[in-house]
């Protein structure tokens, strides 16, 4: 298996655009988690499904982000509008159980 | 108080030492603990996983959960120049997972 497979690698944007990150988790795996990583506030989760329900969204920070997984296969997190705050590494990552977590390379955000 | 401290580094120690990383953590009610390792612009890595109390070993890596202190560690023997990471506990309790914010290690050729 290639692993979890996120796109696109690299994001800069202006603010007040909107960001659409992708997520492929490792096939099998029934978890799948947004977390959003910096300097300040270190690993931060976001919002994890489970079978592809969405199960706890209390880490997103505002109504901007939201996130969805239509299938097994696939899941994105959204910002509109974006803000240079938003600026970030973003991971995804998916699991068969809640602690034996595999994470993608991240998608590097900046918010100009 | 946060739920999970960890002492950010930067920790330089030179190749061949032995490496002690700790966290320390304010809620008993965490059941497993993990360690991550994460190489620069790379996402983070699972070293191994301890359930409840105890020690665990894996090669060069042994983690250590000491619940009465509410302590956990990861030792490095024999240090290699590839152990050179930011090293990030995680503790998991119901459905919740935190992280640490990692500690930066450098070992020294």
């Known amino acids: 298996d290639a692993g979890v497979i996120q796109s696109p690698r690299h994001e800069v944007t202006e603010m007040g655009q909107e960001v659409t990150l992708r997520c492929k988790p490792i096939?099998?795996?029934?978890?799948l988690f947004w977390y959003r990583q910096t300097m300040m506030r270190g690993l931060e989760l976001l919002i994890y499904?489970?079978?592809?329900?969405?199960?706890?969204d209390s880490g997103m920070p505002e109504d901007r982000f939201s996130a969805k997984m239509p299938n097994a296969s696939f899941s994105t997190l959204k910002i509109q509008p974006s803000e240079p705050r938003d600026s970030a590494v973003y991971f995804c990552?998916?699991?068969?159980?809640?602690?034996?977590?595999?994470f993608g390379p991240g998608t590097r955000l900046t918010v100009l | 108080q946060k739920e999970v401290e960890q002492d950010p580094g930067p920790l330089s120690v030179p190749e061949g030492a032995i490496v002690s990383l700790n966290c320390t953590y304010s809620?008993?009610?965490?059941?497993?603990f993990m360690w991550y390792r994460q190489y620069s612009r790379k996402g983070p890595e699972l070293l191994m996983y301890t359930y409840s109390s105890g020690n665990k070993e894996d090669g060069r890596f042994t983690a250590q959960v000491d619940k009465s202190s509410k302590y956990i560690s990861l030792f490095i023997r024999d240090s290699q120049p590839s152990d050179s990471a930011t090293y990030l506990c995680a503790m998991n309790r119901d459905d919740k997972i935190i992280f640490g914010k990692g500690t930066r290690l450098h070992i020294l050729p």
């Open positions: 990552a998916s699991s068969s159980s809640f602690h034996e977590q595999f």
């Open positions: 809620n008993s009610a965490f059941q497993y």
């Open positions: 096939s099998g795996h029934d978890y």
């Open positions: 499904f489970n079978n592809n329900v969405p199960i706890d």
